[in-house]
């Protein structure tokens, strides 16, 4: 495989499910032709970062859809709590549904899952003798770790990587792994599966929903975090492809509204740096 061969390729693998674009146009487009236009990858690591890129992709798929089956099972629910009869003695039945806590667990696994592949994106952009990370491990310290660890030419944006990407997401990282641990793994501190009920009392119009906290519903949490999961991958992409771009490109974010599919990562070429680095490297 070359280079021109990955553009057409990443596009008939790939069908994002979100119908909005938001997984293809915001990351795999957006990021598969600033390494194939802007960057100095040879085939080989274009080949390798292409699949790794892929695989990401096909991660996300798996998040907007057990986070899309939640919503639509959750109003099925409410649905039919709107329609019941009121009981004549008064009794308020109160369903647990499997469902809703079983695809809330998957959706939780399947961001964790998704971590452990976007680690892998770095490995043909700095060399497998430079990084070799096998898991997203210690909610993120494990890839800042491994960031400090590169050779001297990357240090500066090393540093950047960590401040602006890792330490930034840290907060809604930690809050999202703590939670697939205590649900997956029942460690101490469990959601309880009587969160995931949707009911209306005897005599009442409002329909009760799983809630996350008081103020917080688990659907309204998922819909946060999952625009934290699309934010967290774009940029992380984005900066570590900016370790191999040519001097005469550039990426910057702009601001973008959520719920988009453009990208706010913005790939610009410099002619006057063009033309000069043109005219040095071919003597």
């Known amino acids: 495989m070359n280079k021109s061969s990955i553009k057409g390729r990443l596009e008939r693998l790939f069908e994002d499910p979100t119908g909005k674009g938001w997984i293809n146009n915001r990351i795999g487009n957006t990021m598969s032709f600033a390494a194939y236009d802007a960057t100095d990858l040879n085939n080989q690591e274009m080949t390798e970062f292409s699949q790794i890129l892929l695989l990401c992709l096909k991660k996300l798929a798996g998040v907007w859809n057990h986070f899309d089956r939640y919503c639509r099972l959750e109003d099925n629910l409410i649905e039919r709590e709107k329609n019941k009869e009121i009981d004549n003695i008064n009794i308020s039945d109160k369903i647990f549904s499997d469902d809703l806590f079983l695809e809330f667990d998957e959706f939780l696994v399947q961001i964790k899952s998704s971590l452990d592949y976007l680690v892998k994106i770095p490995k043909p952009i700095v060399g497998k003798n430079h990084w ?53 793994h029942y ?59 040519y001097p005469y490109y ?5 601001s973008a509204k959520i719920e988009t599919d453009e990208s706010p990562w913005k790939l610009k070429k410099d002619i006057n740096l063009f033309i000069q680095w043109v005219t040095q490297n071919h003597k």
Request: aromatic share 16%.
């Open 132 to 184: 070799n990370l096998r898991t997203f491990g210690d909610k993120g310290e494990k890839v800042s770790k491994e960031l400090r660890n590169l050779t001297k030419e990357f240090k500066e944006l090393a540093e950047i990587i960590i401040e602006k990407v890792i330490n930034k997401n840290q907060p809604w990282l930690n809050r999202v792994i703590e939670a697939r641990d205590k649900l997956n």
């Open 187 to 245: 460690f101490e501190g469990c959601i309880s599966f009587e969160r995931f009920s949707v009911y209306k009392p005897n005599e009442s119009e409002v329909v009760y929903v799983p809630a996350w906290s008081r103020k917080q519903s688990i659907r309204d949490f998922m819909k946060i975090v999952w625009w934290h999961l699309i934010f967290f991958v774009e940029d992380f992409i984005a900066f570590f492809l900016t370790f191999r771009m």
């Open 250 to 254: 550039s990426f910057s974010r702009v």
